[in-house]
């Protein structure tokens, strides 16, 4: 199993923030089926203000690129894309266009 955290910023409004955790309370069946497909066993969003972190368990044979080329190619997940995108802000530091951005693991403790 592999472990993924990513982070991304949403627009810092209360307003939009609320209607953004309730798109994610009613997530489309296709959109969940796509994740389920792609070998993502365990997703679970954090928000702290507007400020996400993303954190996904997968299958060994799990890479971000198949992910994203089967998204690129899933139309549902396209319109889902497009319609987060109006909540969602480039986290500083990223790369033009580029939307959830891969956290590098600084620390970890095993007892």
């Known amino acids: 199993m592999k472990r993924y ?7 810092p409004d209360e307003k939009m923030i609320a209607a953004y955790e309730d798109w994610h309370r009613r997530v489309w069946p296709g ?22 972190c993303m954190v996904m368990e997968t299958t060994n044979e799990f890479t971000l690129e198949k992910k994203a080329a089967s998204d690129a190619a899933n139309t549902i ?13 480039q986290i500083p530091g990223s790369k033009p266009g580029e939307k959830w951005v891969l956290m590098n693991k600084i620390f970890e403790i095993n007892s």
């Open 77 to 89: 997940v396209q319109e889902w894309e497009a319609l987060m995108w109006k909540y969602q802000r």
């Open 31 to 52: 959109v969940k089926r796509s994740i389920a497909d792609s070998g993502i066993l365990h997703m679970a969003i954090y928000r702290f203000a507007d400020r996400l």
């Open 5 to 11: 955290i990513l982070a991304l910023d949403l627009v």
